[in-house]
């Protein structure tokens, strides 16, 4: 099946820092990525949605200012978590579109974010 | 979107064959039905897609009725390493579809 990964897996950081994390289809053009956070034993909540080439789009409640995300390539997705303080802390999973039609979303492995 | 409802959680012994049903009520004439298997601190991971009737990978079967307004999930013989949350996900595939999960399942398999 298709593969996407997430850099880094877990990144720890100070209170006030940015901190970005990469999402890249690894063998396949995706034009949609869909970013997603998971708190401890709660299900996944969108966050916005990816496109190449154009501004992603934000859930409701979600600060675009706050979690800036870059599509600037067919395979790689970025979201950049700004001045991040401790209640940011969570599970950041991306997932990636591989065309249309059944079997075409594949998740990426997540990335565990912890601001002290 | 079509809505979803799975049981919060379920408990199975090593062995069993485990069912996980989704009432979908809402669900649209081009919605699939999508099933995906989280371990903690990892991303989903596809388990079975179909659009009516039945589904069989090497997995799970996934069992449609004719009204589509359910569908459930068959684990033939869980082991240990099957304990995980389960969520159900209904959409067309389509350019507009934007994965929405539910609560899903947390299924224990105990020894």
């Known amino acids: 099946g298709a593969v996407v990964s997430q850099h880094p897996s877990r990144v720890i950081c100070k209170s006030g820092t940015s901190v970005k994390i990469e999402c890249r289809s690894l063998d396949f053009q995706a034009t949609t990525m869909f970013w997603y956070r998971q708190f401890p034993k709660k299900s996944l909540m969108l966050m916005a949605t990816?496109?190449?080439?154009?501004?992603?789009?934000?859930e409701q409640g979600v600060e675009k200012d706050k979690f800036l995300i870059n599509h600037a390539s067919l395979t790689l997705s970025t979201l950049t978590v700004t001045s991040a303080h401790p209640e940011d802390s969570s599970f950041y999973i991306c997932?990636?579109?591989?065309?249309?039609?059944?079997?075409?979303?594949?998740f990426g492995p997540g990335t565990r974010l912890l601001v002290l | 979107l079509a809505k979803t409802t799975q049981p919060i959680s379920m408990d199975s012994y090593e062995g069993q064959e485990v069912n996980i049903t989704c009432s979908h009520n809402n669900i649209a004439t081009n919605d699939y039905i999508t099933w995906y298997q989280q371990f903690p601190s990892q991303g989903p991971r596809f388990i079975i897609q179909g659009y009516k009737t039945k589904v069989t990978n090497e997995v799970a079967s996934l069992f449609i009725p004719a009204d589509r307004k359910s569908s459930t999930l068959s684990l033939p013989r869980v082991s240990l390493s099957d304990t995980a949350v389960y969520y159900c996900l209904v959409g067309d595939s389509g350019g507009s579809y934007i994965p929405t999960f539910g609560r899903g399942t947390s299924l224990i398999v105990h020894p």
């Open positions: 997932s990636a579109r591989r065309g249309e039609g059944p079997e075409t979303q594949y």
């Open positions: 990816s496109n190449e080439g154009s501004k992603a789009t934000y």
